[in-house]
């Protein structure tokens, strides 16, 4: 599946994005390792071990460039929502929700006051879908706020919106900050069908 829906964004709708390889071309490639941004969300979402996954990455970019990638993201979001809704398979979407790194001084970022503004305008786009609250009020503090996360908050934004913002039922589970960085648990079940989106 991750090879069709690669195709599908680079070729069939001219995006910007790549494969993603461990040292190697394509097939003789080394495992790539998944780090806890990666594992802390599939933990709470595998049930099964025949659940196939595809995993989506953001460039580099993103930790000094996320504003600069809103259009792009949002644009990969809705092409990724219009590839997935035709396809057969059922799926679930999972984000990495990491949201501020610096919300202690002590910790490997060092402290900032946009830190809680920037977690709570995330929170507040995941209880509502409140464009303004991700888009806006979110963007002008993640730069200094040093989210990793922000990027796929968005790309995920780009994806609901792409099916109509008011079919989606937002709930906050969590979003706070236990150590130096933010994290936040949520899902978006689908009004009209059996979908969820998690982050």
């Known amino acids: 599946m991750s090879e069709n829906v690669l195709r ?17 071309a394509p097939g003789t490639e080394e495992p790539f390792p998944l780090r806890w941004g990666e594992v802390i969300p599939l933990y709470f979402t595998l049930n099964s071990s025949k659940t196939k996954v595809v995993i989506l990455s953001h460039p580099i970019r993103r930790y000094n460039g996320s504003v600069e990638m809103i259009p792009e993201l949002l644009k990969v979001g809705a092409t990724l929502y219009r590839i997935l809704h035709h396809d057969p398979k059922s799926v679930a979407v999972v ?21 809680e503004p920037f977690d709570q305008a995330c929170g507040k786009w995941a209880t509502n879908l409140d464009e303004g609250a991700l888009l806006d009020d979110a963007a002008v503090l993640v730069d200094r706020a040093l989210s990793c996360g922000y990027s796929g908050l968005v790309l995920l934004h780009g994806l609901l919106r792409a099916s109509q913002l008011s079919l989606w039922q937002p ?29």
């Open 8 to 24: 599908k964004l680079r070729v069939d709708h001219g995006l910007n994005v790549s494969g993603l390889t461990g040292f190697g």
């Open 95 to 115: 984000i990495s929700a990491d949201l501020a790194h610096t919300h202690d001084k002590n910790g490997p970022f060092g402290y900032s006051p946009t830190a």
């Open 171 to 199: 709930h906050v589970y969590e979003n706070l900050h236990p150590s130096y960085y933010g994290m936040m648990v949520a899902e978006f079940l689908h009004k009209q069908m059996n979908a969820t989106a998690v982050n």
